[in-house]
């Protein structure tokens, strides 16, 4: 029975299309307004020593003891764990063996090398038996000092049982604790040395820092934020990070940190950066036509819309700067730029119809 009606239902849904794309669309409109000059750019990151460096025995052993904990100052020298020194203690005292043991050759060596030699001063020895005494001792010689070498050895083991700091600095992380068997290389202890900090940074990619190395830049910390400090751009890494899509910058700080500023801290860095001409447009305002980026023009005689395709000099967190395909006073789209198309009318948002 709902046959008869069917044409008439087609019609009906074919026109209502027509009749909603009639209505213009509230959108949000702004106008376009040229910017020059600085812009700051604002920068998060972590307070880190400019040089550090992991203590790590050099050979591997059970740890007897670790004697410093993460925050505590270190002076060059200072003792900072101990593994087992057994198994080197054994290896001193059988290397002292040997080196006694070739000395006292050495000196049998040397007394049947003298008495050679005044036999065949005398004419009682033979050429022969001196030369013989000769390269014996010679050969006792070279015993001697590779034993006297093996002690040294040896005892130098035993002098790495106990982990020094070869500068000071202040530990920044504990790696091992006792009882746990390490490696040889094996960080324990991790010291930021004494020497400076540096602030470093995740920087967008797209953000120009490279012309404004030596520049200044402010720094505050983010728990601490009454606490000002200076500092100077020092390095930007020329390799974008594929993970994050940022770039690493440093800031070396101006003298060191305060007391009561820990390495590791999170820190805040703004540096006034020069901003090129252009027309700054919300992010929102950004189409595309044809893979390039564009944006809506409103004419305002007729309240429609054109797409125009655009030169973006530079983007922002929440703006894009715009140095082609706006004229200053134009009559932008900012919001609902995914439902217009060429011709479609619009009006600003809040405007009654």
């Known amino acids: 029975m709902l046959k008869p009606f069917a044409p008439a239902l087609m019609c009906l849904m074919a026109l209502t299309p027509g009749i ?3 209505e213009p669309l509230p959108v949000r409109i702004v106008s ?3 910017v020059s000059g600085s812009h700051e750019v604002v920068l998060t990151g972590t307070l880190q020593a400019v040089e550090s460096y992991g203590a ?4 591997s ?7 410093l904990r993460e925050g505590d100052r270190v002076a060059q020298g200072d003792a900072l764990a101990r593994i087992d020194p057994t198994q080197a203690e054994a290896a001193a005292r059988a290397a002292q063996a040997a080196l006694a043991g070739a000395e006292a050759r050495l000196r049998e060596a040397r007394q049947a090398r003298d008495r050679a030699q005044g036999l065949r001063q005398r004419g009682a020895g033979t050429q022969a038996d001196l030369d013989a005494a000769t390269g014996a001792l010679i050969s006792a010689e070279a015993v ?4 006297a070498a093996a002690l040294a050895k040896a005892r130098s083991t035993l002098d790495d049982t106990v982990l020094r700091a070869p500068s000071a600095g202040i530990v920044t992380a504990r790696s091992a604790e006792p009882g746990q068997v390490v490696n040889a290389g094996q960080a324990v202890l991790t010291i930021a040395a004494d020497g400076g900090a540096e602030a470093v940074f995740n920087a967008p990619d797209g953000v120009d820092l490279e012309a404004f190395l030596g520049r200044p830049v402010r720094l505050s910390l983010i728990d601490q934020p009454d606490i000002a400090l200076q500092g100077q751009l020092t390095e930007v890494s020329p390799v974008v990070d594929q993970a994050t899509g940022s770039v690493a910058v440093k800031a070396r700080l101006t003298g060191d940190p305060p007391e009561g500023v820990a390495f590791g801290s999170p820190v805040i860095g703004r540096a006034d950066m020069a901003r090129p001409e252009g027309i ?3 992010w929102t305002a950004l189409a ?8 809506w023009i409103v004419d305002p005689a007729q309240m429609t819309v054109a797409l125009a395709p655009v030169t973006v000099a530079e983007y922002g967190v929440d703006t894009v700067l715009v140095s082609d395909g706006v004229a200053p006073g134009a009559q932008v789209v ?5 439902l217009l198309f060429p011709g479609r009318s619009v009006i600003a948002r809040g405007v009654a119809q």
């Open 32 to 34: 376009a307004q040229p």
């Open 56 to 59: 790590a025995f050099r050979d």
């Open 20 to 22: 909603a794309l009639a």
């Open 280 to 282: 700054a447009l919300p």
């Open 61 to 67: 052993g059970r740890l007897l003891a670790v004697l």
């Open 334 to 338: 900012a919001d609902g730029a995914h």
């Open 144 to 147: 001697r000092d590779q034993a």
């Open 288 to 295: 595309a036509k044809g893979g390039a980026p564009a944006v």
